[in-house]
């Protein structure tokens, strides 16, 4: 073998040729190269060349420990390595130039370029050089954007009209004209550019510069449209911009073909002023002059990132100025939850949350609510005010605000629902007026909505209601001709009132001649009804109007309370309360004009009713009985018998004291026992009358405890949510749960009788321990768990379940200052709730003993992830739930999906160590069992794990192969802990161990690190 054809055997054995050179080093690193060859030399692929390697060991080490020959080693290694890096920076000026020749590199192709070139450079020497061309670093989705963004021949003419029209109004583009930031969300945008539309149009006025108006807000509501149409118009304004940038330099070098210093932070914050970022500025500018041979001096970049541009006139100041320089608008915004004092340009206050950027917003709203409240629009003002509300308000946030802007929208929205009430009220006189005849009552209501409420179309009921008194008015004069001809005038005088009731004329007429009185008026009582019959009075067409008193007979159709008029001779009274004596007068009724008397009854009937809620809860040789004892009731008996009850058999009495329980002693535990309850209650002459009764019986025995700690678990989102509640195994009884729609209303009490569960929602059982349900509509949902046992159901807590869509793929990074975190956002959604704890993950986005962040979608999109700062050395428990508000409701997602939940940890790491090896037998002259031994370093909950075996090479992720164990998750209480396990052979296979969930690798945020052993450890043949 000649020694020119050799490797060098500085990267045979991977051994740096600038690194200090140490004997020991060299020892172990040869040493472990040899088993790598050795084992490589058992696969027929690579049996040559480390048969080959094996062979040069003498030679490498006599090379190696000689310290002449191993300089010369280390300087050809040396020139070997300059002349690669010399190959790899050509590589990279080659790749780079091609992938930029478009304008511009996509971060992904950045990335590549890291990946492949690491050798030669940093990440930051990169991205330097790429910086220094000013190419623009872009995302796919901006590239896509960009490259398909096409204005057509239309959107140009209407956005040169907008131009037109905003130079006319001395406007500067349609976020200025409609007085709201480019922040501003696109449906909030086209809003307010109808409102805009809605309010010239409506003033009807034809000047030049009401016409500019309508013309401008119609455009604005085209290119607010959507998202999309929006994107045009903004397109729009960067090449205005850039434009005008360009023209800025063209000027600047006319006569010197530089841009000094100076020149380039002017032009910097000129392109700043204009809402352009101060990079993508940077980068035209130089591209810019590239493309004209202009030479650049590239200086003040910083610091122009550093200013702000005034919100109002778009000039730039400093960023410590409290007030702009040229208009003297604030610049800075306190906080009306909190209290700081932040940037005019921050979208929320980095301490709470709270969303500050919407302030010119909200001002805006407030502006347009006055003017809906003013022109009378109160429903519109409710509905503006609901969503000015919504933007200056934060779920995180329960107290009430007390700054100006938060007192302005309660003071509106109080006066405008005021005054929207008033508004219905009237609206609803009016129909009542009509639909009951009373047009005369509805002419007045109809006059004063006219005088109070200008716009409202009247017309319809106006012309009702003049129709039908007309009407009315002609058949009375008909009336009043042929009373004066001797006939009996009634039955005329009763057309009239059924055309109009309220004709005062002919009430007067019939009140002269009231009708005859109805007769032998009896009731009957059944459960908790009392019904009523008579005998007909002997006049035509009539009514019968019903009075009902307590106590006492009435004497007038006004002493006791009106029930109803009705036109039959019979009445069911639903509505009478038990345990009074109850008296009724029945009055005939003509066209409101009542009979002298009344049919009455001769004594008062007294409805009896029973307990409700019954409950007879077993105890250790005891029973407990509460109930809801009647209105009225004056006393409750109770019987108990070891037999049913029957005529002979009425039982033995229980001492009752309280009114609404009772405790039976001494009893048998085992044994049957029956109650029987009564309820009595006084009569008019002071006797006590006794219902009929209730029964119920009991097994006395030791209760058992309520289920606690429902868990929640979500199993399944598509295509509907799947959720399994579990509970612990009950000691007797039944386990299930009670789903309801709303939060239910149990008072005070922790038992109910099963028969009740119904009124409060649906009982839901499956096994003894859990239950599966499928959820397919959106919304709030409770839980409650009930143990059932003797006819009761025992309550635990109510648990609140959110059906909406959680974030998904929620994944964190470490960095030196802060948690990065990311997650996919739920459609919908504009903003969540970042919620984290330090020894368990939150139990929902109000837990006490975790910390909470709202986050908007825009803040997140500005990094395209959330940062944790001021972290501290920790385990984070972090959730993250999402927030949809919908019609004045807010949505939080319950958090419960895995996707939406992770452990990161800054303090707790779980080492693992692991390796395959053969059981000692026999002093070694026997082959022993083939064992995965697993060492662990760390206390808390081992991950699941899972070994994964593949045949010529080990398994580098665990899809490589085959699963050859798994095993569970435990928790380790020791801080070193050792697990054995026998595994099966597998021929000429290597094994690998790898977490189940990767998320929980250190790597990614997790808390577990898995250390790979040498190629011959992992062995299972």
């Known amino acids: 073998m000649s020694e020119v054809s050799r490797p060098n055997f500085y990267e045979l054995l991977e051994i740096d040729p600038s690194q200090p050179w140490s004997d020991g080093e060299f020892s172990k690193i040869l040493k472990i190269k040899q088993g790598e060859w050795t084992k490589k030399t058992k696969i027929p692929k690579y049996k040559f060349e480390y048969t080959r390697y094996l062979q040069m060991v003498r030679l490498i080490e006599q090379i190696m420990r000689d310290s002449e020959s191993r300089e010369q080693e280390r300087k050809q290694a040396l020139e070997s390595q300059s002349q690669q890096a010399q190959i790899f920076k050509q590589q990279f000026e080659g790749d780079l130039k091609g992938i930029v020749a478009k304008g511009y590199i996509l971060e992904s192709e950045v990335k590549n370029l890291i990946t492949k070139f690491s050798s030669v450079f940093s990440e930051s020497e ?464 003509r066209e409101g004009v009542l009979a002298v008397n009344s049919a009455q009854l001769e004594q008062p009937i007294l409805l009896t009713s029973e307990v409700s809620n019954l409950v007879a809860q077993a105890m250790d040789t005891q029973v407990n009985l509460t109930w809801t004892h009647p209105q009225n009731v004056t006393e409750i008996q109770i019987y108990r018998s070891t037999q049913p009850f029957n005529t002979s058999n009425q039982g033995e009495r229980v001492e009752v004291i309280n009114i609404s329980n009772v405790i039976d002693k001494n009893l048998e535990n085992g044994k049957k026992y029956y109650y029987l309850i009564y309820s009595l209650f006084k009569n008019y002459d002071g006797s006590l009358i006794k219902s009929q009764g209730i029964t119920i019986d009991v097994i006395p025995e030791k209760p058992p405890s309520p289920l606690e700690d429902l868990t929640i678990e979500v199993i399944k989102t598509d295509p509907y949510y799947q959720l399994k509640l579990s509970w612990q195994l009950p000691t007797k009884g039944e386990g299930a749960v009670l789903q309801s729609d709303s939060f239910p209303d149990f008072g005070k009490t922790h038992l109910l009788p099963q028969g009740s569960l119904s009124e409060y929602g649906k009982v839901l059982q499956e096994t003894n321990t859990s239950v599966t349900i499928t959820i397919e509509k959106k919304g709030i949902f409770y839980f409650t768990p009930i143990l059932l046992f003797q006819k009761n159901a025992y309550l635990g807590k109510t648990r609140e379940y959110v059906n909406v869509d959680d974030v998904s793929n929620l994944k964190c990074q470490k960095q030196t200052n802060e948690i990065q975190v990311r997650w996919n956002w739920p459609e919908n959604c504009q903003e969540i709730i970042l919620s984290h704890g330090e020894r368990q993950f939150p139990s929902s986005h109000k837990d006490s003993n975790a910390t909470h962040i709202k986050v908007t979608k825009n803040q997140y999109n500005l990094k395209g992830y959330y940062p944790l700062t001021s972290i501290t050395n920790r385990d984070y428990f972090i959730v993250v739930y999402a927030v949809f508000n919908k019609a004045g409701q807010t949505l939080i997602a319950s958090g419960l999906n895995e996707s939406a939940r992770v452990r990161i940890s800054l303090s707790t790491l779980m080492k693992i160590n692991y390796e395959i090896s053969r059981e000692k037998k026999g002093f070694g002259l026997f082959k022993g069992k083939l064992l995965l031994i697993i060492n662990i370093n760390g206390k808390g909950q081992m991950p699941d794990l899972v070994l994964v075996y593949k045949q010529g090479g080990k398994p580098i992720k665990k899809t490589d192969g085959e699963t050859a164990l798994t095993i569970s998750s435990t928790i380790l209480q020791e801080d070193k802990t050792t697990f054995t396990y026998e595994l099966k052979e597998q021929n000429r296979c290597y094994g690998s161990l790898f977490l189940a969930n990767d998320s929980l690798y250190e790597s990614k945020g997790g808390y577990v690190r898995i250390n790979k052993p040498e190629i011959d450890k992992l062995e299972m043949f």
């Not at 397109?235 to 023209?247: A, G, K, M, R, W």
Request: charged share 25%; with cysteine.
């Open 126 to 589: 990169i991205r330097r050089q790429i910086s220094n061309l000013g190419i623009e670093i872009k995302t796919k989705e901006e590239a896509n954007d960009s490259e398909n963004i096409k204005i057509n021949d239309t959107d140009k003419t209407k956005i040169g009209e907008i131009e037109n029209n905003l130079n006319f109004l001395n406007q500067q583009d349609l976020y200025n004209f409609l007085g709201l930031p480019k922040t501003t969300r696109t449906d909030e945008l086209c809003a307010a550019a109808s409102n805009r539309y809605e309010e010239i149009k409506n003033t009807g006025q034809s000047t030049a510069e009401a016409s500019a108006i309508m013309a401008l807000a119609g455009h604005a509501k085209t290119f607010f449209k959507d998202d999309e149409k929006r994107k045009i118009y903004d397109f729009s304004l960067s090449l205005q911009v850039f434009q005008s940038l360009e023209e800025a330099i063209d000027n600047i070098t006319l006569h010197e073909k530089i841009i000094y210093g100076k020149q380039f932070t002017y032009l910097l914050e000129l392109a700043f002023s204009r809402g352009i970022d101060v990079e993508k500025a940077k980068k035209h500018i130089i591209t810019y002059g590239r493309n004209k041979k202009i030479a650049v001096e590239m200086a003040g970049v910083e610091a122009v990132k550093q200013k702000i541009a005034c919100p109002q006139c778009q000039t730039i100041n400093e960023r410590d100025q409290d007030f702009c320089s040229n208009c003297g608008s604030s610049l800075k915004i306190k906080c009306p939850s909190c209290g700081l004092i932040s940037s005019i340009e921050d979208r929320a206050c980095s301490k709470c949350s709270f969303p500050i950027g919407n302030e010119s917003i909200v001002r805006r709203y407030l502006v347009e609510s006055q003017k809906l409240i003013h022109q009378k629009f109160y429903e519109d003002a409710v509905n503006h005010l609901n969503l000015t509300q919504q933007a200056w308000s934060s779920p995180l946030i329960s107290q009430t605000l007390n700054d100006d802007l938060s007192k302005q929208i309660s003071q509106l929205k109080s006066e405008a629902e005021q005054k929207k009430q008033n508004l219905i009220n009237c609206q609803q006189q009016l129909n009542h007026a009509i639909n009951e005849r009373l047009y005369y009552e509805a002419r007045r209501i109809l006059q004063q909505l006219k005088l109070e409420f200008a716009s409202l179309d009247l017309n319809r009921e106006e012309s009702k209601i003049e129709a039908e008194i007309h009407k009315a008015e002609s058949e009375l004069e008909k009336v009043r001709q042929l009373e004066t001809q001797g006939e009996d005038p009634i039955d005329l005088y009763q057309k009239v009132l059924s055309i109009c009731k309220d004709c005062q004329a002919a009430k007067d007429a019939l009140a002269k001649t009231p009708p005859f009185p109805a007769s032998q008026l009896s009731a009957n009582k059944s459960h908790k009804i009392i019904n009523l019959s008579w005998q007909a009075s002997p006049s035509k067409k009539v009514g019968y109007t019903i009075i009902r008193k307590y106590h006492s007979q009435p004497i007038s159709s006004k002493d006791g309370e009106q029930l109803d008029t009705i036109f039959s001779t019979s009445y069911d009274d639903n509505t009478v309360e038990s345990g009074k004596p109850v008296y009724y007068a029945i009055y005939t009724n």
